[in-house]
Structure formats: structure tokens, C-alpha cells
């Protein structure tokens, strides 16, 4: 079959799941008087639509902050005004100054899953296919199947169109960012990245890779002559997108410094509630939160980030292929998911780890149905375990490291770390849902979730790592293939 | 090898159900269709009243009207339900609906449909196929299993509307795949238990007896392809007769004991119903209506008529009740069964004179189940599921049944979108419904090589894409939609019966055209 009618079955389907999980309930529905995520996007709507530009991100009598303030860039403010307006035009009373808090209705829920619905066929979906098509590789069939696999990628679908958010606009630039970066077009790719960091500050998390890989082109180029001219081409694009992004507030130095406090809140704590990473996890062995002073807490997770970071992003600066640009991708977001200050779990984006915040949701249906699926595609469609040999894992630098074990076969230790991994997932999930916890250990399952979750993580960043920087220097001419 | 694939098939038909099933089972607007509460109801009859009872209990306006041994099978499932929630299983709990409810009754759908599921591996087993490596989505078992496991009709009716057709289907598609393999008592054993599931399969029953009658009991043909009188075989029409009447002894037999018969049979064959459904299933009525009403409407215009003369315009408004028509001479049960008897007789004649094996019975029955469709009372739109289903075996192993499926296909399952109203629902129906449009388009024409409709007919499809947006976009926003709410309904009826009517004439012309070759071959 041709692959524009596999690809539209594969972006059907996908559509089809994403709508299906939408029709189940959302984040704080019923729950006054805060209720949750869903709300706090109405009200941004509210916000935005009904006050004056310099007042949506100050406490004023009409715009209270402590509840759902605008806490995100400016770029998620204008795509609220606009949703603002379409809801206007359908009815008036979704946004009414005040009168509007807490309003839950059918026609209002329909309304709000079908804008997440548009944005992403609008940015996300095509990102994906073209993502797939010409940036990854394999036959034609690989490249469907991979359209299939991150289009059910159960974590987003259950976050954006379950508990709602619009993480599908920044992710989505981003990987628009990625794509464009691949064909070669880097003024194109910086401008994608920097609108994804406008929409949701999270982005930051993707940011030191981007700008190493291009920094290190210019490099490569040659910082006499096109390199510079790369790099003048860059910084002002990017310069003029941030300006254009924040053209309102720029007239008042207070404004910028007020929104970049609501972004960035380092006022509140190391973490909340249980996230996994380090510093969660830490402080179940020692309290940390506690012994040190928040400052102190800020400095710390800044510099163990930094150092959590600074292998992989020396290397992707010397050598700024796309492949080494992936691979700091990745390395890049588990470190800061890992080490930064105020991690939320919606982060990390991996769907296990969230169990605890679907069943708050009462999504666990969409949950079981939407993972079961994605493990079933990916294992299947990407042959996930017949590519579970030693080579292609590129466990050739463990190998060196393991040094004192040469007898085991690496990939098939993989596999079976695999299936007990997804065994514990399956044994969590159903303790939360079944069991009651012990009385003095309330938060155990959450707690056992978010640490084993950690473990993995912390697993991956080491495993990434060490394949990002094993890689050689200088691609011999005969590993050409193999490494793009 | 093969084997393998569509068990592979058939796992990955489960996600999309259970997506569909698990996600809309707590779909938290409370809007469920009526017959979420008939099986609700059933359960509680089954699991709370003695025997005795069940064919005469009518607390609840949804009766008992399927055959006993279907209301053997609520039993079976309501001692499961009674652990997912006791409350349901209460006669007088009238539209109940708890969460525990929903899930289990979603759930046994999806367990049932596990007949489905080995139906559809049976049925990919007995299909013929060139010889030639094709890559696995171009073969055409796998392409007839897509095509029943992600049937848009059957997705929609069964999961979103809620009915058990997965698993009565199953049993049909199964029997004839047994056919299709030749093990025929097999095949006679399941079709006579779906009969006492579900009577409705009537309708079909003239197809396999006359197929059995012919080919089973007559083990020989003489050379011509006549019958050869001499080759009866007595011990088979026993096998064949035992079977019928135990399976009906099993399911009728209480109630025949009881002295029920007749009330059981009163509530089965309901007649007071109405020549049509409240939206009018596109068949040869509904065209029959339209021009009854258009006539009318002229003759109003044209000064010809008394208004006051003429019955009230109630036919679409929602109600199920006896209509007379104005101009046109109205139409009674017993007109509506000669006219369904006559559209089948010679396809069933033709199998009697020159049966072309199992596949010349499976063409029958498509025939059967759609003249039915076509003629009969009461017929409701799900109906066209009995054809177009098993219809799909054809469809992927010949080019002229291909076009004629994706036709019939189409126009079926877009008349069933009036089944789903609400705006939740529009998204996932259109979704579904370009899904599988488009794999059905694409993987037959790839199987194929080449287009398979002719510009007429791909205009007339194209067109279902204006109808719909005229229906659910443009005249929802238009200031008729107070005074006359049905039009929508009687659009879409009357243009998909136009569809429905030229696949049922293409059949027939295929079938006849197909006897005639044969007679020509032994001339």
C-alpha cells in the first residue's frame, strides 16, 4: 500500500485514540474550589481575553494570582486569547470576567478538547510524520510504523487530552525544530526552538542541546568567515523572536521581571508532592528539604544539573552531528528532570511514573487501554527484541567497563531487566489501584512509584551518556551507515 | 505462518476496541442508547424472575423479543454481573446506570467478541489466494480480516451503541466458514443455535436450507449439474433434522412445556410496529415513502388533494407506529413478505439448479440478507451489517465483488451515522468511518491493481461527503431546524437507500449473469 494512505490510517488512528481518551473525565472535574489543570486553562482564557496585556501577570483586584495564574510564557497567553475569542463567539458565559470560575458543562468540555484536538493536528502530528519520513531511518514500513508508535504514545494523549494541557504546541515545535534542523536549515530550526520556549518554559529542558549543536557547527564551519556568519544569522533571529514574543511587556522592565518570577517560582521548595527524581528520592534517606535553606537548595540542584549535563554537551559541541544531537536530547531533559529545582512529574512524560496522577483523575481505563496498546505496537512493529543483541544496543563500552564479567550476554540481560521492569510496572499499577496503603505509611505506592521510576531514570541518563560519549570522534568511513 | 499473522491481526483489533469501549464506558455525560437499558434490563429479568416469567414480564417497556436461548445466555452473564454490581440485576432498577454497570456490560461485549475474533481467523483460513509473494498487508486474508475486525458498522453499533452483533456475527461468519471448509453439519449446527439467538437470521435461513437440502443432502450432481435424484441421501437430512430440533428442543423446549409457545412467539415477531423504524432504514420503503410524500406535497401544491384529508407527517418523528400512506396504496406485512420471498427466489432457485459449492451458497446468502434488508418490515439500518459482513469474504477474492462491496460498504455504514447524535460522538464516527473508507479503498485497489468504480459511482460516493455536512454542519445552523427536524434523518435515508438499491441490483445482475455462464458452459 502506498504511504500517504499508511500514514493517514496511522494519523486516523491516532486521532481516533486521542478523541476516545477525551471523552473521559479531566483533571479537578467536579472538584471545587480549585478544581484543576482544565480549570486553569479556562481561567487563563478568562484572563487574557477580559484584562488589559500588563495586568495577566499581576495580582490585581480583577486578576487573583493564587488562583491558576498565568505561569507560563507569553506565547501560551496569546494562544489562550485566541482560544478566548472562538469561545466568545460559541458562548459568551465560558469566559465571563468572574462569573465564569469553575464553569463545567458538556458543551464547554467539547469545546476545550476540541482546541488540544486542533492545535495538535495543526503542529504536533505533522511534526511527527515528517519527523518519521525523513529523519529516521529504515524502509518505508519501518518509517509508518514509527508515525504509529509516537502518535500512541500513551503518555501525552492521557496528559493532554485526559488531564488536559497543550503539551502537544511546544512539544510538537520542538520537534518541528528537530526536523528542520535535520534538513539543514538551522535560522529555521532556532526560530522553532524559540517559539517552543515561548510556549512552555519546561522547553528549557531541550535548550542546552540546540544550542550546542549549533554553536558547534559554527564551530566547524569556521569561526573566521561562514561560521560567524551562521552564528550572527542565529543569535539574531533568536534575539528578534524573543523580542517579538514579548513585544507587550517589553515597555516596562517590571513587567519582564514580574513574568520571569511567575516562571520560574524558586520560591517554592525543592519539590512537591513525589516526582522522581534525586532529590525525591534523596529524601527518603536523608531529609534534605529540611536540613538545607531553600537558597541553598536553588544553588545546589543548579550546579548538579550543570554537572549532570556538561559531558554531553561537550561532546555534542565537538562533534554537532544529528545523531549526537538526539542522544543530547535526551541526556539533556533526564538531567534536568533529574537534578533541577521544582521538577513537576508531568515532565518526564513517561506514563507509568504518572499512574498516581491518573488515578487522581480517574483516568485508569484510558490508562491500561492507551499503555497496552503502545507496548504492544512498539514491542511488535519496531521489533524491539529482535534488535536486543549486544551490537545494536551498542553496548560495546559496557562491555569495556564490565570488564570483570565477559562471559554474560548483555542483550539478553536487556531483555530480561525489561520484562521485570514491566512486570514491577504491572505489579505497582495494580497495588495502587486494588490496595489500600498501611496507616503509617499513606503515600507508600506513590512513593514506590516515583522511586523505581527514579532508578530507571537514572539508568537511562548513564546509559545515554556513556553511548553519547563513546561514540568516536571522527566517524571511521566504514561506520558511516550506522552512524547518522 | 499465516496463522500467525492474523492472530497478530486479531490482537491488534483489541486496542482500538477496548480504546473505544474502555474510553466511552465512562463516558460522563449519562447519554447511553435505549438498548444499553433492553440488555440491562434482560439481565434482571433473567437473573431475578423464575422461568415462567420471562416472556411475560413487562415492567419495562423492552420486553423479551429474542428467542430463549439468547435469554439463556443473559442468564449465564448476569451470575457474572451480579459480582460487579447486585443493583443492576433489580427489574424494578429502570435505566440504571452505575459505572460497575457500564464496565461490565462494555466488558462483555469485548469478551464476546472473542467469537468474533475465531470467526475471522476461520473464515481467513478458506480464502483462496494467487499464488505469488506479496507482502502481508497485501494478502487477501489479511486484508479480509482487517476489513471484519475494524468494520466501522460493527465498531459503531456493537461498542458505541451497544449490542452484542460481535458476537452473533461471529457465529454466522463461523458457520460459513465452516461451509467454506466443507465440514457442513458443523456449519448447520451454529447457523440453527444463531436462530434461537436471534430470529432475525430468518431472513438467511431460506439460503441454507436450500443449500443443505441441495448439496449436503444430494451427495451427487449428474454431469450437467442437475440434480441427481438417485444420490439422496436419507441419513443426512436425519443428521441435518436432528440437529435442528434438538438445538430448538434446548432453547424452546421450557417454554413449550410451559404452554408459553404462544406468548413467546407473540412477543418475538412484534407487528405492530410500523413499516419503519423511526429513521427510516434506506431500503426500497424508504424511497417508496419519499415519493409518497413527494406526491402528496405536489398534489397540496397543485390544488389536487385536501390538506385536511391527509394523515399527519409523523413517519420520522421518532415514533414507531402503524403509517398509512396518502397517495400511494399502503403497505401491510404480508405484501412487504411476498415482495421479500420474490427478491430472493431466484437467487435461491439458482443455487437449487446449479449450486456452485459453498461459495455460490455465501453469494446466496448475501442476497437473501440484503433482498431482506431491501423488502422487509420494520427493518432497522443495523440490518445491513447481515450482508455487507460476510459479503467482505467475496469481496477480496473477486475484482467485480470488490467494487460492488466498497459501494454497498460505503452508503451501509454511512446510513448508520444517524445512530450516533451528540456532538461527543461526531468526531469518533467521522474518524472511524474515513478510517476505514479509506484502508477498504486503498487495500482493494492495491489487490486488484486498479480502480474499481466507475465515475458515476465515485461521484455518487463523494457525494455522501456533502450530504453529511450539509446534514450535521449546515442545517442544524438554519432556521429549519425547529419546524422540520427530521430532514436531516430523511435526506440521508433516501440517499443512501439510492446506493443500497444499485448494489442489490449489481448483485443480482452478477448472480444471474454467473447462472448463465454456467448454462452456457454445458450447452
Known amino acids: ?484 | 505462518m499465516c496463522y500467525l499473522y492474523v492472530e497478530l491481526q486479531s490482537v491488534i483489533s483489541i486496542p482500538p476496541r477496548l480504546i473505544h469501549r474502555g474510553q466511552a464506558s465512562v463516558y460522563d455525560t449519562g447519554c447511553h442508547s435505549t438498548d444499553f437499558e433492553v440488555h440491562r434490563n434482560w439481565l434482571a429479568i433473567t437473573h431475578s424472575l423464575p422461568v415462567s416469567k420471562w416472556y411475560h414480564e413487562n415492567t419495562s417497556e423492552w420486553t423479551l423479543d429474542y428467542p430463549p436461548l439468547f435469554a439463556w445466555f443473559e442468564y449465564s452473564l448476569s451470575h457474572v454481573a451480579q459480582h460487579f454490581d447486585k443493583e443492576m440485576l433489580v427489574v424494578q432498577n429502570l435505566i440504571y446506570t452505575s459505572p460497575a454497570t457500564i464496565l461490565f456490560q462494555r466488558l462483555s461485549v469485548i469478551v464476546t467478541d472473542i467469537v468474533f475474533i475465531y470467526a475471522v481467523k476461520e473464515c481467513c483460513r478458506s480464502v483462496r489466494e494467487e499464488k505469488g509473494s506479496k507482502d502481508l498487508l497485501g494478502h487477501p486474508f489479511f486484508i479480509l480480516a482487517a476489513l471484519l475486525l475494524w468494520n466501522f458498522g460493527l465498531l459503531i453499533v456493537d461498542h458505541i451503541h451497544f449490542q452484542y452483533n460481535g458476537f452473533l456475527f461471529g457465529i454466522l461468519l463461523l458457520s460459513v466458514a465452516r461451509h467454506l471448509q466443507g465440514r457442513h453439519l458443523e456449519g448447520a449446527l451454529l447457523f440453527t443455535v444463531l436462530l434461537n439467538l436471534k430470529h432475525i437470521y430468518l431472513y438467511i435461513a431460506p439460503a441454507y436450507g436450500i443449500f443443505l437440502l441441495r448439496s449436503y443432502c444430494f451427495t451427487k450432481d449428474n454431469t450437467d449439474g442437475s440434480v441427481r435424484w438417485s444420490s439422496f441421501s436419507p441419513v443426512r437430512l436425519v443428521a441435518l433434522g436432528s440437529i435442528v430440533i434438538s438445538v430448538g428442543a434446548l432453547s424452546f423446549g421450557p417454554f413449550i412445556a410451559m404452554g408459553q409457545l404462544p406468548q413467546v412467539l407473540s412477543r418475538l415477531f412484534p407487528f405492530k410496529r410500523g413499516l419503519c423504524h423511526a429513521y427510516w432504514a434506506p431500503n426500497v420503503w424508504a424511497l417508496y415513502n419519499m415519493v409518497d410524500k413527494a406526491l402528496s406535497v405536489l398534489g397540496v401544491r397543485l390544488k389536487l388533494l385536501d390538506v385536511a384529508k391527509l394523515p399527519k407527517a409523523s413517519m420520522t418523528g421518532g415514533l414507531v407506529q402503524e403509517f398509512q400512506h396518502s397517495i400511494l396504496p399502503s403497505v401491510s406485512p404480508s405484501i412487504t413478505l411476498i415482495c421479500t420471498l420474490l427478491s430472493i427466489m431466484p437467487a435461491v432457485l439458482s443455487i437449487w439448479c446449479r449450486p456452485r459449492g459453498a461459495r455460490g451458497f455465501l453469494r446466496c446468502l448475501v442476497v437473501c440478507a440484503l433482498g431482506s434488508f431491501m423488502f422487509g418490515w420494520h427493518v432497522h439500518e443495523k440490518a445491513i451489517l447481515m450482508a455487507i459482513l460476510p459479503f467482505s469474504i467475496l469481496a477480496v477474492e473477486s475484482r467485480e465483488d470488490a467494487g460492488i462491496f466498497l459501494m454497498l460498504t460505503t452508503t451501509g455504514h454511512y446510513s448508520l451515522f444517524p445512530l450516533l447524535f451528540t456532538a461527543a460522538e461526531l468526531p469518533i464516527k467521522v474518524l472511524l468511518m474515513l478510517l476505514f473508507t479509506l484502508y477498504s479503498f486503498t487495500s482493494l485497489k492495491k489487490l486488484f491493481r486498479g480502480s474499481l468504480l466507475n465515475p458515476l459511482e465515485t461521484t455518487y460516493l463523494l457525494g455522501l461527503v456533502a450530504v453529511e455536512i450539509l446534514c450535521e454542519v449546515v442545517y442544524p445552523l438554519s432556521p429549519w431546524q425547529h419546524t422540520l427536524p427530521f430532514v436531516p434523518l430523511l435526506v440521508t435515508s433516501v440517499y443512501c437507500s439510492l446506493g443500497v438499491s444499485y448494489s442489490f441490483i449489481r448483485l443480482y445482475v452478477s448472480l444471474l449473469r454467473q447462472h448463465g455462464t454456467d448454462k452456457h458452459k454445458q450447452l
Open chain 1, 1 to 484: 500500500m502506498e504511504n500517504w494512505s499508511l500514514v493517514s490510517i496511522c494519523v486516523l488512528f491516532g486521532l481516533t485514540a486521542r478523541w476516545a481518551v477525551s471523552l473521559n473525565s479531566y483533571s479537578g472535574a467536579g472538584k471545587p474550589p480549585m478544581f484543576g489543570d482544565y480549570e486553569a486553562q479556562r481561567h487563563w482564557q478568562e484572563v487574557t481575553y477580559n484584562l488589559p496585556v500588563h495586568e495577566w501577570y499581576f495580582n490585581t483586584t480583577d486578576n487573583n494570582l493564587n488562583y491558576w495564574g498565568l505561569d507560563y510564557p507569553p506565547l501560551t497567553a496569546y494562544h489562550s486569547l485566541l482560544c478566548a475569542h472562538v469561545a466568545k463567539l460559541i458562548n459568551p458565559d465560558w469566559v465571563e470576567l468572574h462569573a465564569s470560575r469553575g464553569h463545567e458543562s458538556y458543551g464547554h468540555k467539547l469545546f476545550m478538547r476540541a482546541t488540544v484536538l486542533v492545535a495538535d493536528l495543526l503542529i504536533y502530528i505533522p511534526a511527527v510524520v515528517l519527523y518519521s519520513f525523513y529523519l529516521s531511518e529504515g524502509s518505508n514500513k519501518k518509517k509508518v510504523c514509527t508515525v504509529l508508535c509516537i502518535l500512541l504514545y500513551p503518555g501525552l494523549i492521557l496528559i493532554d487530552y485526559g488531564h488536559f494541557q497543550y503539551n502537544s504546541i511546544s512539544l510538537g515545535l520542538a520537534l518541528w525544530g528537530v526536523v528542520v534542523l535535520g534538513l539543514g536549515w538551522d535560522v529555521l530550526g532556532s526560530l522553532a526552538f524559540v517559539l517552543s520556549l515561548n510556549y512552555k518554559q519546561m522547553e528549557l529542558y531541550h535548550s542546552l542541546p540546540f544550542f550546542c549543536y549549533l554553536l558547534g557547527k559554527c564551530f566547524k564551519q569556521g569561526l573566521a568567515g561562514r561560521g560567524l556568519f551562521l552564528l550572527v544569522k542565529i543569535a539574531v533571529t533568536v534575539l528578534v523572536t524573543f523580542a517579538l514574543c514579548w513585544l507587550p511587556f517589553l515597555s516596562d522592565p517590571g513587567q519582564i521581571l514580574q513574568v520571569v518570577h511567575r516562571l520560574f517560582p524558586v520560591g517554592r521548595g525543592l519539590f512537591e508532592d513525589k516526582v522522581a527524581n534525586t532529590w525525591c528520592s534523596l529524601n527518603v534517606l536523608i531529609k534534605i528539604k529540611t536540613i538545607l535553606s531553600t537558597d541553598t537548595q536553588l544553588y545546589f540542584s543548579l550546579t548538579t544539573t550543570l554537572l549532570a549535563i556538561l559531558p554531553s554537551s561537550i561532546k555534542l559541541l565537538m562533534k554537532p552531528t544529528l545523531w549526537q544531537f538526539k542522544l543530547a536530547l535526551v541526556n539533556s531533559s533526564l538531567a534536568f528532570f533529574l537534578f533541577s529545582f521544582q521538577v513537576h512529574e508531568k515532565s518526564i512524560l513517561l506514563p507509568a511514573f504518572m499512574l498516581p496522577l491518573f488515578l487522581k483523575d480517574g483516568l485508569l481505563v484510558p490508562y491500561v487501554v492507551t499503555s497496552l496498546a503502545f507496548l504492544f505496537f512498539s514491542i511488535y512493529l519496531l521489533s524491539a527484541f529482535e534488535h536486543c543483541s549486544e551490537d545494536k544496543l551498542r553496548l560495546g563500552p559496557y562491555r569495556r567497563l564490565l570488564i570483570c564479567m565477559p562471559r554474560m550476554d548483555l542483550g539478553r540481560v536487556t531483555k530480561w531487566k525489561f520484562y521485570f521492569s514491566i512486570t514491577a510496572m504491572a505489579g505497582l499499577s495494580f497495588m495502587s489501584v486494588a490496595l489500600a496503603p498501611p496507616d503509617q505509611l499513606p503515600d507508600l505506592f506513590p512513593l514506590l512509584v516515583s522511586v523505581f521510576s527514579y532508578l530507571h531514570f537514572l539508568g537511562l541518563l548513564l546509559y545515554f551518556n556513556i553511548v553519547q560519549i563513546a561514540e568516536p570522534l571522527q566517524s571511521v568511513r566504514k561506520n558511516q551507515k550506522k552512524s547518522n
